[in-house]
């Protein structure tokens, strides 16, 4: 079984700081994908990373995808209350995707204003 | 704009209940799932599909069944519905998997 770890669990901060939250295995995925979601919602795509070493710009949103293709990492500049929600992460099993993605248990984030 | 729309936001049933989720995608994907969602466990894959008729096992199906008579259609079917139940369900469709999944704004089913 391919298993994701993400950390921290939980993090508070202020409004204006930054942040990192880091989703480490010990397989390989073929692709990596990050996803946001809010209380009694499901979760939102953020970003697809597919090559080992790529990173991805999303306004104030950092995405790293390690070179072995094993880790990412997501980093916030100047974090917003509306930043808040649940992160998660979630590896491309060996099937290509069409029979599930494996997913990380989530970063509970919240920005304090 | 594409959606995945789940037929109920609030569901409680009764034990020994058979409950159904409906899920329905306006996207024309192959594949769709159906996940659950809880605290501390993250998300599970229940069952997934990637033609009409074709089911296939995840990592948690007992208690479950499935069914997608039609491409837009992928129903989720607890056959005698326990407490142990009690979840998020999340359903998703992607055309390819590598490359995002849509979720559904998904079912809280609380099991009494």
């Known amino acids: 079984t391919q298993l994701l770890e993400q950390s921290p669990q939980f993090l508070s901060i202020q409004e204006g700081e930054n942040l990192t939250v880091y989703c480490n295995s010990s397989?390989?995925?073929?692709?990596l994908q990050w996803y946001r979601q809010e209380p009694g919602e499901g979760p939102v795509l953020l970003v697809t990373?597919?090559?080992?070493?790529e990173v991805k710009k999303l306004k104030r949103l950092t995405f790293q995808f390690g070179d072995a293709r094993k880790d990412s990492s997501l980093h916030i500049t100047a974090a917003q209350p509306g930043d808040t929600g649940l992160y998660l992460c979630?590896?491309?099993?060996?099937?290509?995707?069409?029979?599930?993605?494996?997913f990380g248990k989530g970063t509970h984030l919240i920005i304090q204003p | 704009d594409v959606k995945v729309t789940q037929s109920s936001r609030y569901l409680v049933k009764r034990t020994g209940e058979k409950v159904f989720l409906e899920c329905v995608q306006d996207m024309d994907h192959e594949n769709m799932f159906w996940y659950r969602q809880d605290p501390g466990l993250g998300l599970r894959l229940i069952y997934f599909s990637y033609d009409v008729k074709m089911k296939e096992k995840g990592d948690i199906p007992e208690g479950y069944s499935v069914s997608r008579e039609k491409k837009e259609r992928f129903s989720l079917i607890l056959e005698s519905a326990s407490t142990n139940q009690t979840s998020m369900y999340l359903c998703?469709?992607?055309?390819?998997?590598?490359?995002?999944?849509?979720f559904g704004s998904g079912t809280r089913l609380t099991v009494v």
């Open positions: 998703a469709s992607s055309p390819d998997g590598r490359y995002g999944y849509t």
């Open positions: 990373v597919v090559t080992g070493g």
């Open positions: 979630a590896g491309v099993r060996s099937g290509g995707g069409a029979d599930g993605l494996t």
């Open positions: 397989s390989v995925f073929s692709s």
